[in-house]
C-alpha cells in the first residue's frame, strides 16, 4: 500500500458528460501527478501540482482540468467526454517538487465512457 | 526530445533462471532513468533508479539496472526469477533540462510471464 488513495475506482460514464477524479497523497507529501493510461497512447504525464499551485504540463487536454487544494488533495476533471477518454488515470504523490524523487502511485480509478 | 524504448513487449521466463528486460532511451542531456513495476490491479512501484551516481543500480526484490551511455542503453536484470516476479515493468526517463520539464516519460512496459 503506497498510502496514495484514489476515488472511485471505477467510474463508467456517457459521452459529453463530465466527472471529477479525487486523489488523496501521501501524509506530509505536496507534489501530486496525474497520468493517464490507454492501450494506444500508454503511460502519459497530465499534470503537476505543488503544495497548490501548477508545477508543469504535460499532455493534458483542454477539456481537462486539475486543481490541488489546501488539504494536499488534489481533483482531476474531465468534461465533454469522448470515447477515447477510457483509460486508467493515476495520481502519484511525491514529497519534492521535482519529479525525480521517488513518485508513490495510487491505484488508479478506470474510466469507462459509453 | 527525450524518449524511451523497451525493446519486448512481453518476455516469458522459467523460475529460476534469469531476467532481462532491455530498454533504450534518448536524451539531449544527462538523464536520470527508473524502472517501475506493476502489477495486476495495483499502482506502479519504483524498482530503482540511476541519476549520475554508481551506473550499476541495485533495487529492490533483486532486481538490478546498468546505465551504459555509450549504448543509451538501461537494461533491467535479476538472477533468477520469481513467480511474483510476473508483472508489467516500465522503463522511464527524466530529462531535467529537456522539454518534458524534467517529467516522467514512460516506455510501454514489457509484460513479464513466469512459468513454474
Known amino acids: ?114 | 526530445a527525450q524518449s524511451v524504448t523497451q525493446l519486448d513487449s512481453h518476455v516469458s521466463v522459467s523460475e529460476g533462471t534469469p531476467v532481462l528486460l532491455r530498454c533504450n532511451y534518448s536524451s539531449s542531456y544527462s538523464p536520470s532513468l527508473f524502472w517501475y513495476v506493476q502489477h495486476p490491479n495495483k499502482g506502479l512501484q519504483l524498482l530503482l533508479k540511476y541519476t549520475s551516481a554508481a551506473t550499476l543500480v541495485k533495487g529492490i526484490n533483486g532486481f538490478e539496472a546498468e546505465f551504459k551511455k555509450s549504448e543509451t542503453s538501461f537494461h533491467l536484470t535479476k538472477p533468477s526469477a520469481h513467480m511474483s516476479d510476473a508483472a508489467e515493468y516500465f522503463c522511464v526517463v527524466s530529462d531535467r533540462y529537456g522539454g518534458s520539464q524534467g517529467n516522467l516519460i514512460f516506455g510501454k512496459g514489457t509484460k513479464l510471464s513466469v512459468k513454474p
Do not use: M
Not at chain 1, 476515488?7 to 506530509?28: E, F, M, N, W, Y
Not at chain 1, 470515447?83 to 511525491?94: I, T
Open chain 1, 1 to 114: 500500500d503506497s498510502g496514495v488513495t484514489q476515488t472511485p475506482k471505477h467510474l463508467i460514464t456517457a459521452t459529453g458528460q463530465r466527472v471529477t477524479l479525487r486523489c488523496s497523497p501521501r501524509s506530509g507529501d505536496l507534489s501530486v501527478y496525474w497520468y493517464q493510461q490507454s492501450l494506444d497512447q500508454g503511460l502519459q504525464f497530465l499534470i503537476q501540482y505543488y503544495n497548490g499551485e501548477e508545477r508543469a504540463k504535460g499532455n493534458i487536454l483542454e477539456r481537462f482540468s486539475a486543481q490541488q487544494f489546501p488539504d494536499l488533495h488534489s481533483e482531476l476533471n474531465l468534461s465533454s467526454l469522448e470515447l477515447g477518454d477510457s483509460a486508467l488515470y493515476f495520481c502519484a504523490s511525491s514529497s519534492s517538487g521535482t519529479p525525480f524523487n521517488e513518485q508513490f502511485f495510487g491505484p488508479g480509478t478506470r474510466l469507462t465512457v459509453l
